[in-house]
């Protein structure tokens, strides 16, 4: 799910915790990227095990459960209202359903490596969006973002300068897994821009549960099918510790960690942080699960890299687009 990082901060300020320091609130969001870093590396060895549908109605069962006590502490902070329930369902589609499932069937069909880099070229959708349905200043700084993003991005789906036409079998589909990743990012885009104003009336970690909820209606029914289907599934050891991974860890303490911090820090201020998620991101792939590193996916890291740079020095401007989080 994505967070905007501009709207969350000032919510985030509205929980009664004891006051961090500026260190100890920068530990926090180094290490809130550095575990949902992990999570595109434990993804793939969960789906060697479980489909995409499967791994997201247990993953996000678990992290419900364990955000269970936000649901009742804040139930009544959550807006009754026709229209904003309208909202939240809108973007509970948008942020858990669709997105999670167009990245996990491509993260299935992709490397770890790929969709760890990509991630960040969210940020320019999210100016893109702005720009378009929000009438946002559109910046010099910000083309250019969007211009590197979207090379950066290029680069790493095909792996060269040239389309790849005639890789066939691995190599089309992974390049279809690369897409399906990119339209993931540019609904999770869609819903930072729609959902710019919904966390001014509920605490984030209160409207991260809810919409997470929410998303159970769609995924514990697709579930049952993709099970009644192909049967149960058999879940090693790895398998499982994978799952936990990305609903306790990824999910829950990531979401907690990052919001912490926020009641400290300027999104602007944490912004730099974001740069770990991709980089570290990839390394783990690269390390753990041997994906393969080509001069064309180093070159279009670098790109997406200079994009975000690029959006990070942009969003400290006040009519500057929300910076987009995103957790795995």
Avoid: C
Wanted: hydrophobic letters at 55%.
């Amino acid at each position: 799910m994505t967070v905007s990082a501009t709207s969350s901060a000032g919510a985030a300020r509205a929980i009664g915790q004891p006051r961090l320091s500026r260190g100890g609130a920068f530990g926090l969001l180094v290490l809130a990227n550095a575990l949902w870093a992990g999570t595109y590396t434990a993804g793939k060895i969960a789906l060697s095990q479980l489909s995409p549908i499967e791994l997201n109605a247990v993953r996000f069962s678990l992290a419900t459960l364990m955000l269970a006590p936000v649901l009742v502490r804040g139930w009544r902070q959550i807006p009754r209202d026709r229209a904003t329930l309208v909202k939240l369902g809108q973007l509970t589609l948008l942020g858990f359903v669709l997105n999670k499932a167009f990245e996990y069937f491509g993260l299935n069909l992709s490397t770890a490596s790929d969709v760890a880099l990509l991630i960040a070229t969210e940020s320019i959708f999210t100016a893109l969006l702005s720009w378009t349905f929000l009438r946002e200043r559109v910046s010099g700084s910000g083309v250019a973002a969007l211009a590197l993003g979207l090379f950066g991005a290029y680069l790493i789906v095909e792996r060269g300068f040239l389309p790849n036409l005639g890789g066939g079998g691995n190599e089309t589909a992974r390049i279809a897994g690369d897409l399906l990743v990119v339209l993931s990012l540019f609904l999770e885009a869609g819903y930072t821009v729609r959902g710019k104003t919904a966390l001014a009336s509920m605490p984030p970690l209160l409207f991260t549960a809810t919409t997470l909820a929410g998303s159970l209606f769609v995924w514990l029914p697709a579930g049952a099918v993709a099970v009644a289907q192909s049967g149960w599934p058999h879940v090693t050891l790895a398998g499982w510790l994978a799952v936990l991974y990305m609903a306790a860890i990824a999910t829950v303490a990531g979401y907690w960690l990052w919001f912490r911090a926020l009641t400290r820090l300027d999104a602007s201020a944490a912004a730099p942080t974001l740069f770990i998620q991709p980089l570290l991101g990839a390394a783990l792939a690269i390390w753990l699960l041997h994906d393969r590193l080509t001069w064309a996916t180093l070159l279009g890291g670098a790109l997406i890299g200079a994009s975000l740079l690029l959006v990070v020095r942009s969003s400290r401007q006040p009519s500057a687009p929300p910076i987009a989080i995103e957790a795995p």
